[in-house]
Structures are given as C-alpha cells and as structure tokens.
C-alpha cells in the first residue's frame, strides 16, 4: 500500500536567510502567508506530521485547528544541524571557511559542517522517520511540515540524482511537492 506524503517547507523565518538548522526561529508574517497560500487548494488530508521546530509546528497546529485534523510531531524530521555553521549566511561562511563550504557543496555526504551532524546519520534519520510514517499511515494522505534539507533529501531520492547533486534540489519556502511512498521505502515524485 502506497502513503501519499506531500511535503511543505516552512516559510520565511525573523532572523532571514542562512543555515537556520537547529535554530528555532519564529515565522515572519510573511512566511505565514506563504505557508497558507500554499495549501489553499490542496487537500484533503487525513492527518499533519511536522517537525518540532516552531517554524514548522505552529503552523501545522494552526491547520490542524482550521481543518479539524491530528497533528504529530516528529523530532526526527527537523532540519540537518550545521554545528558552528548555524545561522550563518553562505557569504559570511565565504569569508570564514571558505573552502569547508566548497566541500560542502561539493559533496554534502563527504564533508561534514564542523561540529554539525554528517548528512549519512541526517539521511537514516530521515528515511528512518519516513518508514515509520508508511508503516502506520500507509493507505493515508499525510501533509509533512518540515524543511529544505529533509524535503532536498526525500525529493532527490524520488528524482534518483547522485548524492552530489542533494544541494541541488530548489526548495523556496512555502514550497509544496508530493511523493507517493511504497513499502519498500521507494519514491516517487507526483500525486
């Protein structure tokens, strides 16, 4: 049986741009606007996972009330954790470490931010919370709150680009993608 996961990033958050990870920034109203147009004419649902992060959670409560729908939050689908990286933009990291974000670019799997979390142990995490998702809800159209890495992550999966090309994936905030995932753990981009 298939689960039919749509994804949506968070939108813009007050403290702007940058490697946000672990941060736990409030939305502006802006990026609340975003969220909400975003999923104005799609639906229906049966229930709402989202990250923990306040960026993602209070707007996925804010559904939740709106649609009448469960809300669970899931800590294993927040956002990689950049280390001595968050917060910081990719010009100041530029001046600072310039050639640790060239790696990083490079080959997001080879190069691991300092003190951040490798994007192999951010990948299990993910797919791992991705699988139990299937295995309750399996049958179900769930919405996924969440952020650009875990969305970057499940959508180059679905794509079957090389793990070079992760950082690729354009993700905007407020952006809305739908996969369709299979027993086996296998994805696919459209409804």
């Given at each position: 049986m298939i689960l039919h996961l749509?994804?949506?990033?968070?939108?813009?958050?007050?403290?702007?741009?940058?490697l946000r990870g672990?941060?736990?920034?409030a939305l502006t109203a802006r990026g609340w606007e975003q969220m909400r147009a975003a999923v104005?004419?799609?639906?229906p649902w049966d229930r709402l996972i989202s990250s923990p992060l306040q960026r993602c959670a209070r707007?996925?409560?804010?559904?939740?009330a709106r649609l009448n729908l469960p809300v669970h939050l899931e800590k294993d689908l927040q956002e990689l954790h950049f280390g001595a990286w968050e917060g910081q933009s990719a010009a100041a990291l530029m001046d600072t470490d310039a050639e640790g974000l060239g790696l990083f670019?490079?080959?997001?799997?080879?190069f691991t931010p300092p003190e951040g979390e490798p994007v192999s142990a951010f990948s299990e995490r993910v797919l791992g919370a991705v699988s139990r998702l299937h295995q309750t809800y399996a049958g179900e159209r769930v919405l996924l709150i969440s952020h650009g890495g875990v969305m970057r992550l499940l959508l180059a999966r679905a794509r079957g680009l090389p793990r070079e090309q992760l950082l690729n994936v354009e993700v905007g905030?407020?952006?809305?993608?739908s996969l369709r995932v299979a027993a086996d753990g296998g994805l696919k981009e459209g409804i």
């Open positions: 749509d994804l949506l990033r968070h939108g813009e958050t007050e403290l702007g741009g940058g672990s941060l736990d920034d104005a004419e799609r639906g707007f996925a409560e804010e559904l939740g670019w490079a080959d997001p799997y080879g905030h407020g952006g809305l993608f």
